[in-house]
């Protein structure tokens, strides 16, 4: 059995400081007491009041999901904070299918609204307004800007079609300057990154995971688009994790619904217990009635059919993937260069002979009809030019992507002859 981690050195100022609220605790303790047990303790309001009785939500398939009267009241109800316990329990299930990051003693999950409210508090977890973090570049506009607002110093770490890049990782670490602390994290996006589409393979991660041994960070492993793999996953950090430094976050954004806004984050027990604490004093837990329709379509599915959904989702984006990569090919040829993504719904262009690519897409593009994201969206530093573009291809029919290439082709030929 390896020796546990130091948490403490890892908490943040404020993560240090947090305390189980007592009311929260009491909700946990009264789910988990036998149905006789009378409470004078709980805050909750008395469902019977609401107007919602119960619901009958039609899969795609054409079967249906009930939410009955009971389940209904649990629905609307407060729950723990980190989630239903049912659900819990599935999701748990899952991530031994997936990850089987073995012992759940050591981990345990939180569920979310979104993998978006785990990662800042994951990243509050562990920084104080000043401190830095090691991130991919380009990298997630969303966490820059949580980042940039947190006020931690973010050191961009190129990289490659494989995703981060070992060699720059090492170097920024054994040319670190002695009069500032070194990182205590690292936060990537390991399968079809938003924004360039790369993905790690399992040589690479390796790597990383060697380096965060040596230099002892944490690594945040934001990994929203592992269920939209167009191979045979690589092993996830959080499988090959065995100091318990890793923590994982999921999403359920791309599979069941962006509007239910349901994630999970997967923690070492003592990093785990301060991330529950935060969201006790802040949205308290994610949505009880996305959590009940996610409980309600899992039971009705195993484990094999979740997989299978999965597996038809993924298919889906890779064949838009085919469809815009040929379109570009057509269209774009000898203007751009780009990696094939394997995962996710994002093509990275770099545009040969353009230095600014805002000015491009905001005057030029738009003017054709066809938008695109400047790549400066995805960079720390976004008073600088870059001669990126991010392509989506979630979205759009067969019919738009050739058109909508077709179009910026036109306007790219317009540029490139000044
Ligand atoms: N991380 C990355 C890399 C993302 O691209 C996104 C948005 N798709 C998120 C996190 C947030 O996703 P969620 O909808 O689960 O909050």
């Not at 398939?61 to 239903?84: H, R, V």
């Not at 890793?246 to 990093?271: C, E, H, W």
């Amino acid at each position: 059995m390896p020796t546990c981690l130091d948490y403490a050195r890892f908490l943040s100022k404020a993560a240090a400081r947090r305390q189980p609220s007592a009311i929260r605790e009491a909700t946990q303790l009264f789910s988990r007491s036998p149905p006789s047990t009378i409470s004078f303790a709980s805050g909750s309001p008395n469902t019977s009041l609401f107007p919602f009785k119960q619901a009958t939500i039609t899969l795609i398939d054409g079967t249906n999901i009930e939410l009955d009267p009971s389940a209904m009241s649990k629905a609307l109800q407060y729950l723990p904070t980190p989630g239903l316990a049912d659900l819990l329990e599935w999701l748990k299930k899952l991530q031994n299918y997936y990850h089987s990051p073995g012992d759940f003693k050591r981990y345990d999950l939180c569920i979310t609204n979104g993998s978006m409210e785990g990662l800042s508090k994951v990243f509050e977890l562990i920084l104080n307004p000043g401190d830095p973090v090691l991130v991919d570049s380009p990298c997630y506009s969303g966490s820059l800007d949580f980042l940039r607002g947190f006020g931690a110093d973010i050191i961009s770490i190129e990289t490659d079609s494989n995703g981060m890049n070992v060699n720059h990782l090492n170097e920024t670490l054994t040319n670190w300057a002695t009069s500032k602390s070194l990182p205590k994290v690292l936060y990537t996006i390991p399968n079809g990154s938003n924004p360039t589409g790369a993905s790690m393979n399992l040589a690479r991660k390796q790597a990383i995971y060697e380096i965060a041994k040596k230099y002892n960070l944490l690594i945040i492993e934001d990994d929203p688009y592992f269920f939209l793999q167009f191979t045979k996953p690589d092993p996830s950090f959080l499988s090959m994790d065995i100091d318990g430094r890793v923590i994982r976050l999921d999403s359920m954004s791309k599979v069941l619904s962006a509007g239910m806004r349901l994630g999970f984050v997967t923690a070492p027990v003592p990093l785990w217990k301060k991330i529950v604490y935060h969201q006790q004093v802040t949205s308290m837990h994610a949505s009880s009635l996305s959590q009940m329709v996610a409980l309600k379509l899992f039971e009705k599915w195993n484990l094999s059919e979740f997989d299978e959904h999965t597996k038809r989702i993924s298919k889906f984006y890779e064949n838009q993937k085919n469809l815009m990569v040929n379109a570009i090919n057509k269209y774009l040829k000898d203007m751009i260069t780009f990696n094939e993504p394997t995962a996710g719904m994002f093509i990275w262009l770099k545009i040969n002979g353009i230095d600014d690519t805002r000015k491009l897409i905001y005057e030029k593009a738009l003017g054709q009809e066809v938008l695109l994201l400047p790549g400066s969206a995805f960079f720390v530093d976004q008073s600088k030019s870059y001669p990126f573009v991010r392509v989506s291809y979630s979205l759009c029919t067969p019919e738009q992507i050739e058109t909508g290439m077709a179009r910026f082709g036109k306007v790219l030929q317009e540029e490139l002859k000044h």
